[in-house]
């Protein structure tokens, strides 16, 4: 039998790539990608000549049956997304869970994710958090913006930056305006920010300052 393997990929500087992620990609049989053009440079940079098949969010329902089949048949299997860890917000648990249902073996190689470093630059505590990745757009936003107002823990959310204001303006009415919070951007490249302060006071700079980017909001929880 095979083997399924979770390879994070860069956020941000290429450098932060691992020896093991590159040996891994070249033995794989087979690269599962959330988008093949994106992985296509990743691959083309490293000099990884591989095949590639897409695995994303529309078509995973789909295509989760036949990579199980693959794997049960001794293939190698390698899941990447665009950027960071797949499954952290992004597609892999499908893929995951029927391999462990199926006695496959799985292992994710540690590596980037946006997250980590966004909540160690905050300055908030990180002994005890809470991911919650993206809020929901519409339905049950509010309800969920209710229960963060309630949460003990550091909270860590992704963001679109053409939603960041709103967010921030949201959270400060959930919350109050004197909670501390952290916004990183562009994390691990060459623009790389992160602005700290109250969520009025960072909600402020950031429509004076269009933010652009990949977006982590890390709230402080409530005392």
């Not at 005890?128 to 309630?150: S, V």
């Not at 963001?159 to 909670?179: I, N």
């Not at 402020?204 to 269009?210: A, C, I, P, W």
């Amino acid at each position: 039998m095979g083997k399924l393997y979770l390879v994070p990929t860069p956020v941000g500087n290429l450098e932060d790539m691992t020896f093991r992620a590159i040996r891994i990609l070249k033995e794989a049989d087979m690269i599962l990608a959330e988008d093949t053009r994106t992985t296509g440079f990743l691959l083309k940079h490293f000099q990884i000549e591989n095949r590639m098949q897409s695995h994303h969010k529309f078509n995973e329902h789909k295509t989760v049956d036949a990579i199980v089949a693959r794997i049960k048949a001794g293939e190698i299997i390698a899941l990447v997304s665009d950027a960071g860890t797949p499954s952290i917000s992004d597609p892999g648990f499908l893929i995951v869970r029927a391999c462990v249902e199926n006695g496959i073996a799985v292992e994710c190689l540690p590596g980037a994710t946006a997250f980590v470093p966004a909540l160690v630059n905050s300055g908030l505590p990180n002994d005890r958090f809470c991911f919650e990745g993206f809020l929901p757009i519409k339905k049950g936003r509010q309800t969920k913006l209710r229960e963060l107002a309630e949460e003990e823990r550091t909270v860590i959310l992704y963001e679109s930056p053409f939603r960041l204001v709103k967010t921030l303006k949201q959270l400060e009415e959930a919350v109050g305006t004197d909670r501390r919070v952290s916004v990183s951007r562009e994390i691990s490249k060459l623009h790389e920010q992160t602005v700290r302060g109250t969520l009025s006071e960072v909600r402020s700079y950031f429509e004076q300052h269009e933010p652009k980017g990949e977006i982590v909001i890390i709230l402080e929880g409530k005392n």
